[in-house]
C-alpha cells in the first residue's frame, strides 16, 4: 500500500501562485510514477500532471502547460505542483495518485489507472 496526503491548497488571488505537496508513505515511492488530478464541482476529474519515477519525464495537460511544473523530492518521498500565474478555472480539489512506475508512460492520464490516491486539497482562485 501506498499512502498518499496532499497538502498546500488555499484561496488565492487570481495571478498568484501556490505549491501543492503530495508526501507519501508505505512502499518505496521510487517504484511508483505519480500524478496530480483536479476535479470542479458537477465536473469530471481531469489529469493536470504527472511525472516518472525519476522525475527526468513528465507530462500535463494543455490548460496548464506553461503555468504548472511538477517534481519529486524522492529523498523526502514528496512530489510537487507549483502552480503560477493562477486562474479562476484553476478552482478544484488537487488530488495526487500514484500508479507503478512500468505503466506511468502509457497511462499517466487515465484516472482509472492510478492505483493509490490522495483525499485532496481545495485550490480557489478568486477573479
Known amino acids: 500500500q501506498v499512502q498518499l496526503v496532499e497538502s498546500g491548497g488555499g484561496l488565492v488571488q487570481a495571478g498568484g501562485s501556490l505549491r501543492l505537496s503530495c508526501a507519501t508513505s508505505g512502499r518505496t515511492f521510487t517504484n511508483y510514477g505519480a500524478g496530480w488530478f483536479r476535479q470542479a464541482p458537477g465536473k469530471e476529474r481531469e489529469f493536470v500532471a504527472a511525472?516518472?519515477?525519476?522525475?527526468?519525464?513528465?507530462y500535463y495537460a494543455d490548460s496548464v502547460k506553461g503555468r504548472f511544473t511538477i517534481s519529486r523530492d524522492n529523498a523526502k518521498n514528496t512530489v510537487y505542483l507549483q502552480m503560477n500565474s493562477l486562474e479562476a478555472e484553476d478552482t478544484a480539489l488537487y488530488y495526487c495518485?500514484?500508479?507503478?512506475?512500468?505503466?506511468?508512460?502509457?497511462?499517466?492520464?487515465?484516472?482509472?489507472?492510478?492505483?493509490?490516491w490522495g483525499q485532496g486539497t481545495q485550490v480557489t482562485v478568486s477573479s
Open positions: 511525472i516518472n519515477w525519476n522525475g527526468d519525464t513528465r
Open positions: 495518485a500514484a500508479v507503478a512506475k512500468f505503466y506511468i508512460l502509457s497511462v499517466y492520464n487515465q484516472a482509472q489507472r492510478y492505483d493509490y
